[in-house]
C-alpha cells in the first residue's frame, strides 16, 4: 500500500529580524506514522510547529496539510488535528473534567458525544481519580496527562506533541510514550518534537534531524545510523596510557577515532566483526590493565554528532 | 456554544485574585469610608444637613481688597456652614485649636489661608469651603481681566446660585462633600472590571500564552471567542457593579438617585469601560502578566485618584486648573454623571457624561478587539 503525504512543508523560511529560525526546512509526513523532529533548543523545531499551525507568519515557502494550503481560516484542516503544547496550556480555575470537556467543546458541539470523548479521554490519560481535582493540585506527570488528554480529546486524525515531556519524572514519561504508541495505533498520525534522542529513538518510525532551521537527515532509526561512520564505540577505564600506545590504537583496523580523557579511553570504529575482541587482544599484548569495557552501537546522538560535529545535549 | 458560556463565567468567577479586585475591594473600601466618615455626613444625600462647623477668624494688621473679600465670605458662611467663634488673637486661636474646640483658623490676609490640626470630616468642610472662595475669586480676576463688561454679570450670578442653592437645593439634597468619595468609589470599581479584562485577553492571545496558542488552534472561530469572551465578562462586571451599588445605596445610605435606567446605562458603560481597558492592557506585547496587573493597578488607581477617591475635592481642584482632564479621564466622567444622577438633577451635565462615555466606550471596544483579533502572529 502507497504511503500519502499528510503533511507537505517547502521551502519554509522564517525570519526573527537578523536571526533565521527557518532556512528552506523542507518536509514529508506521511499518514500512520509517528515522526520525530529531533534538534537541540533553538535549533527551529517549536517554530516550524508553529508555521505548520498557522500560528506564526513566515517569510517564504508553502504549507499543505491533508492536501489544502494551511491558513489561519482552515477550520476544516483544524478540527482533525490535535497540539499537545510545550508548555501546560489549562485553567486553573476548572476541574480536570471541565478543561477536558471546555477543550473538547471547542471541536465538538454534540453534548452526548461529547461526553463519551471526555470519558475516553480521562480514561486513555488514567486521571480517573483526579477529576474533580483543579490543575493546581495536581504533581507534574499528571499535570502533563492533563495536558495532553485536553489535547487529544476530540481524537484527531493528526497529533502535534511539543516537547510533552519535559520535567516529567521517568514513570510518567513511559506512561506517556506509551500513551503515544498507543494513539498511533488507533490510527493518529504523530509529529513528536524533543531533544531526548532516547525518546525519539524509542517511538518514532522515522525521524528528521533539524539544526540551524534546516533539515539535517531524515529517514528511520536505522537508515540515519547507516549514513554514519561509526558502527561502534568501545569505551574502556584504563591508567597512564602513552601516546605510543595510543597511536597502536588508532593504527588498528577500523577504527577512526581514538580520546584518552580521566582515564577513560574511547574508541569509535566502522561496522565490522570482531572490533572488541581484536582491541582487548591489543592492550592485553602491550600488557595494559584495564577496568571497566563498554561497547556501544550508534545511537542517535552519534548521528547527529557526526552530522553536526557537535553533542545534541549541547 | 452554551457550554462555552458557561465554562468561560465559571472561569471567570473562579479566578479569587481578579474578582477580589473587580468587586471585593470596591467593597470594602466603601466600608471603610463609611466607618472612617460615620454615617453623619452621608445621610445628607438625603434631607437632612449637618452641624456648622466651629472655627476661629485671625485678621493681619494691614487689610488687603482680597483680605476684605475673604472676611465678606466668611461672614456670610458665619451661620450657613461656619460657627465663627469670638476668637480675636491668633495665639488664642491655636490654643482652642489645640483643645479642639474649633476645628480650624481662617487667616484673612491678601492670599487666604487655613489652619487645621488633624484630618477628618470637619477640616474637609473648612478645605471645602477655602477651595471654594480661591476657584470663584480666580474666576471673577479672570473676567476682571479679559471681560470687565461682563463682571456684575457674573456676580449676579452667583447671588443666584446662592439664593438658590440655600432655599432650594438643586435636585433636593444638600451636598456633603464626603458623597464624592462614594461616586469616585463606584467610578474606580467600574474601571476594575480592567482586572477581568487582562486575563480574558491574555488567555486569547497565542503570542502571549499557551492557552491563547491552544484556543487559536481550534476550529472555533476566533470571533466567535472573543464575542464569548466579552460578552462573560461584562455581564460578571456590571453584575458586580450592580452589587456594589446596591450595597453603597442599601448599606451604606448614599443615593445614587432615582433614575434605575440611568443608573444602569451608567454602570453598563462603566463596565464596558473597564473590561474593553483590561482586554486593552492585555494586548501589550511581550510584558509579563504580572506588570500588566501592575499597569492595570495604575490605570484605575490614577484616575480613580484625579476622581476624587482619595481627596474628595479633587476632581474640583482639576475642574478650577485644567477641566480638560476631567473631561477625558473615565473615572471623572463616571463619578460626574453619578453626581448628577444623585445630587444635582442636571439632565445637560448628565447627558454630556453619558456621551463622553459612549465614545470612551466605543474607542475601547475598537482598540481592545484590534488587539486581540489578531489570528497569525510575528513571533510567539
Known amino acids: 500500500m502507497q504511503s500519502t503525504n499528510i503533511i507537505q512543508i517547502e521551502n519554509l523560511v522564517k525570519r526573527y529580524q537578523n536571526l533565521v529560525a527557518l532556512d528552506h526546512l523542507n518536509l514529508e509526513i506521511q499518514e500512520g506514522e509517528i515522526f520525530g523532529l529531533l534538534g537541540p533548543n533553538g535549533s527551529g523545531k517549536t517554530t516550524a510547529i508553529n508555521c505548520l499551525l498557522a500560528l506564526l507568519k513566515y517569510d517564504k515557502g508553502t504549507i499543505t496539510i491533508f492536501g489544502e494550503p494551511m491558513t489561519p481560516g482552515s477550520y476544516d484542516i483544524k478540527r482533525q488535528i490535535g497540539v499537545v503544547m510545550q508548555?501546560?496550556?489549562?485553567?486553573?480555575?476548572?476541574?480536570?473534567?471541565?478543561?477536558?470537556?471546555?477543550?473538547?467543546?471547542?471541536?465538538?458541539?454534540?453534548?452526548?458525544?461529547?461526553?463519551?470523548?471526555?470519558?475516553?479521554?480521562?480514561?486513555?490519560?488514567?486521571?480517573?481519580?483526579?477529576?474533580?481535582?483543579?490543575?493546581?493540585?495536581?504533581?507534574?506527570?499528571?499535570?502533563?496527562?492533563?495536558?495532553?488528554?485536553?489535547?487529544?480529546?476530540?481524537?484527531?486524525?493528526?497529533?502535534?506533541?511539543?516537547?510533552?515531556?519535559?520535567?516529567?519524572?521517568?514513570?510518567?514519561?513511559?506512561?506517556?510514550?506509551?500513551?503515544?504508541?498507543?494513539?498511533?495505533?488507533?490510527?493518529?498520525?504523530?509529529?513528536?518534537?524533543?531533544?531526548?534522542?532516547?525518546?525519539?529513538?524509542?517511538?518514532?518510525?522515522?525521524?528528521?534531524?533539524?539544526?540551524?532551521?534546516?533539515?539535517?537527515?531524515?529517514?528511520?532509526?536505522?537508515?540515519l545510523k547507516q549514513m554514519i561512520k561509526t558502527g561502534e564505540t568501545i569505551t574502556i577505564e584504563a591508567i597512564a596510557l602513552d601516546e605510543e600506545l595510543l597511536s597502536g590504537i588508532r593504527n588498528l583496523p577500523h577504527v577512526f577515532d581514538v580520546s584518552y580523557e580521566e582515564q577513560t579511553l574511547k574508541i569509535r570504529l566502522g561496522a565490522a566483526r570482531h572490533n572488541l575482541v581484536r582491541v582487548l587482544n591489543y592492550l592485553q599484548e602491550k600488557d595494559v590493565r584495564f577496568g571497566r569495557v563498554f561497547s556501544e552501537l550508534p545511537t542517535l546522538n552519534d548521528v547527529f554528532l557526526e552530522i553536526t560535529g557537535k553533542e545534541l545535549r549541547d | 456554544m452554551l457550554h462555552l458560556f458557561r465554562y468561560r463565567f465559571l472561569q471567570i468567577i473562579r479566578n479569587f485574585p481578579n474578582m477580589f479586585w473587580a468587586l471585593l475591594f470596591p467593597i470594602i473600601l466603601g466600608t471603610l469610608f463609611y466607618l472612617s466618615f460615620g454615617s453623619a455626613g452621608l445621610e445628607s444625600t438625603g434631607e437632612s444637613s449637618w452641624d456648622e462647623v466651629k472655627v476661629a477668624v485671625v485678621k493681619d494688621r494691614g487689610t488687603s481688597e482680597n483680605a476684605r473679600a475673604f472676611e465678606e465670605f466668611l461672614a456670610q458662611m458665619d451661620g450657613e456652614m461656619l460657627d465663627i467663634q469670638d476668637i480675636s488673637t491668633e495665639s488664642e486661636a491655636l490654643k482652642a485649636l489645640n483643645e479642639e474646640t474649633i476645628s480650624g483658623i481662617f487667616y484673612v490676609r491678601d492670599t487666604p489661608s487655613l489652619t487645621v490640626a488633624k484630618n477628618g470630616l470637619n477640616e474637609s468642610i473648612l478645605t471645602s469651603v477655602l477651595e471654594s472662595y480661591n476657584q470663584n475669586a480666580a474666576m471673577f480676576r479672570e473676567i476682571a481681566m479679559t471681560r470687565p463688561e461682563k463682571l456684575m454679570d457674573a456676580l449676579n450670578a452667583l447671588d443666584d446660585y446662592r439664593n438658590t442653592t440655600a432655599e432650594v437645593s438643586l435636585g433636593g439634597k444638600d451636598l456633603d462633600p464626603n458623597v464624592q468619595y462614594f461616586f469616585a468609589l463606584v467610578a474606580y470599581a467600574c474601571l476594575s472590571g480592567a482586572f477581568l479584562g487582562v486575563q480574558s485577553s491574555v488567555d486569547g492571545q497565542a503570542n502571549i500564552s499557551a492557552l491563547g496558542a491552544r484556543r487559536s488552534i481550534t476550529p472555533t472561530h476566533k470571533l466567535t471567542l472573543i464575542l464569548i469572551d466579552m460578552t462573560v465578562l461584562f455581564m460578571i462586571h456590571f453584575f458586580n457593579i450592580l452589587i456594589l451599588c446596591l450595597y453603597v445605596t442599601r448599606v451604606l445610605g448614599v443615593s445614587l438617585g432615582d433614575d434605575i435606567g440611568a443608573l444602569l446605562l451608567v454602570d453598563f458603560m462603566g463596565s464596558m469601560i473597564g473590561v474593553c481597558l483590561g482586554v486593552a492592557i492585555g494586548c501589550l506585547a511581550r510584558i509579563s502578566y504580572g506588570m500588566k496587573m501592575g499597569v492595570c493597578v495604575l490605570f484605575t488607581l490614577f484616575p480613580g485618584f484625579l476622581a476624587g477617591l482619595m481627596f474628595g475635592n479633587m476632581k474640583n481642584i482639576i475642574e478650577l486648573h485644567c477641566p480638560l482632564i476631567n473631561r477625558i479621564n473615565p473615572a471623572a466622567v463616571l463619578s460626574d454623571a453619578f453626581y448628577c444622577m444623585g445630587i444635582y438633577n442636571d439632565m445637560e451635565r448628565f447627558t454630556r457624561c453619558l456621551v463622553i462615555l459612549a465614545v470612551m466606550s466605543t474607542l475601547l471596544l475598537t482598540v481592545a478587539f484590534l488587539g486581540i483579533r489578531r489570528e497569525r502572529y510575528d513571533s510567539i
Open chain 1, 87 to 223: 508548555n501546560v496550556a489549562v485553567f486553573e480555575q476548572m476541574t480536570v473534567r471541565e478543561n477536558i470537556d471546555y477543550f473538547c467543546g471547542l471541536y465538538i458541539r454534540d453534548k452526548e458525544k461529547r461526553r463519551q470523548l471526555v470519558d475516553e479521554a480521562i480514561a486513555f490519560t488514567g486521571l480517573e481519580d483526579f477529576t474533580k481535582m483543579r490543575p493546581k493540585k495536581l504533581s507534574g506527570g499528571l499535570l502533563r496527562r492533563l495536558n495532553i488528554a485536553c489535547g487529544i480529546v476530540h481524537k484527531p486524525r493528526l497529533i502535534i506533541l511539543d516537547e510533552p515531556t519535559v520535567a516529567v519524572d521517568p514513570q510518567s514519561r513511559n506512561k506517556i510514550l506509551e500513551g503515544i504508541v498507543e494513539l498511533n495505533r488507533q490510527g493518529s498520525t504523530i509529529i513528536y518534537t524533543s531533544h531526548y534522542m532516547e525518546e525519539v529513538e524509542q517511538i518514532c518510525t522515522r525521524i528528521a534531524i533539524i539544526d540551524h532551521g534546516h533539515v539535517l537527515a531524515t529517514g528511520t532509526t536505522e537508515e
